[in-house]
């Protein structure tokens, strides 16, 4: 009986600590973007429109780019020779 009693009282702990945390990991809907990277220009702009889900990106263009013309320039792909 005492085991049960204590093991509550620890879930009840737990429970209150993670709401308690949560509340600070929630990100400010209000607050301004971050600053752009120094090397990044803008290339296009486009609207974006959601049924409310999450929209995901991807960098697939450098990914594309990187498989059409191959590995950068001096780059061997593995150990010198």
Avoid: K, Y
Wanted: aromatic share 8%; charged share 15%.
């Amino acid at each position: 009986m005492f085991e049960n009693t204590v093991i509550r009282m620890g879930i009840r702990l737990l429970t209150l600590w993670l709401f308690t945390v949560t509340g600070f990991a929630v990100a400010n809907p209000m607050a301004e973007p971050p600053a752009p990277f120094p090397q990044s220009t803008l290339e296009s702009t486009t609207r974006i429109e959601s049924s409310g889900h999450l929209v995901l990106f991807s960098p697939v263009r450098e990914i594309r780019t990187f498989r059409s013309h191959g590995p950068p320039a001096g780059d061997r792909g593995g150990a010198a020779l």
